[in-house]
């Protein structure tokens, strides 16, 4: 069975620093892997997925199969960047049944 | 814009009622999923259905039940509530494209005293 593991649940950084959410899975095929944020008193909702290969709002993510990672890096943090994130593995033909991670809540400090 | 309808957003049911949590989709999405979401414990997957009056058990089925009568409406059902069943309840809906996203209503907190 897959498995996401988040290892930080908060992280708390300063604005204008860099910020790096962890992600690591385990799963033997070829995993679809996401990043969903949820801002406070909005909806969960996708942030990038790895096969889109996309920067979104200034975040990237890169699949590293050898390390079996899935990090969410920034190199620069706004205080609007301040959510719970979390990181979802999606595996089978019929997309959508996500293994998500426990969450990690960033605070970006003025 | 897309959208995923649950039908409360706070409910309080005392123990031992059948509570019914409603969902509704309108992209047309094969796929729909039932998670809770928990403090320290992300989101953990309930129920799923892939088609009309189709479902599948996820990770944490017992005490739940699902219907999927219509493809934009699926429920899920507390056969008899009980305190551990207090949480936040997220429905999303997904297509059946290889890495599609799933679209997230804004969740219903339940409490059960």
């Known amino acids: 069975a897959q498995r996401v593991t988040q290892p930080e649940k908060l992280l708390s950084v300063f604005k204008g620093a860099p910020v790096e959410l962890k992600c690591n899975y385990s799963?033997?095929?070829?995993?679809?892997l996401f990043w969903y944020v949820q801002y406070s008193r909005q909806r969960l909702q996708l942030l990038l997925r790895?096969?889109s290969r996309e920067s979104i709002k200034g975040f990237t993510a890169d699949l590293n199969k050898g390390e079996t990672s899935f990090h969410l890096k920034k190199p620069f943090a706004q205080e609007e960047d301040s959510a719970m994130y979390y990181c979802?593995?999606?595996?089978?033909?019929?997309?959508?049944?996500?293994?998500f991670g426990d969450g990690t809540t960033l605070t970006v400090k003025p | 814009d897309v959208k995923v309808t649950q039908s409360s957003r706070y409910l309080v049911k005392r123990t031992g009622e059948k509570v019914f949590l409603e969902c509704v989709q309108d992209?047309?999405?094969?796929?729909m999923f039932w998670y809770r979401q928990d403090p320290g414990l992300g989101l953990r997957l309930i129920y799923f259905?892939?088609?009309?009056?189709?479902?599948e058990k996820g990770d944490i089925p017992e005490g739940y039940s699902v219907s999927r009568e219509k493809k934009e409406r699926f429920s899920l059902i507390l056969e008899s509530a009980s305190t551990n069943q207090t949480s936040m309840y997220l429905c999303?809906?997904?297509?059946?494209?290889?890495?599609?996203?799933?679209?997230f209503g804004s969740g219903t907190q339940l409490s059960v005293l």
């Open positions: 999303a809906s997904s297509g059946t494209v290889i890495s599609e996203k799933l679209f």
């Open positions: 799963y033997s095929g070829s995993p679809e």
């Open positions: 790895h096969i």
């Open positions: 979802a593995l999606s595996v089978g033909t019929n997309a959508g049944k996500s293994t």
């Open positions: 992209m047309d999405h094969e796929n």
């Open positions: 259905s892939y088609d009309v009056k189709m479902k």
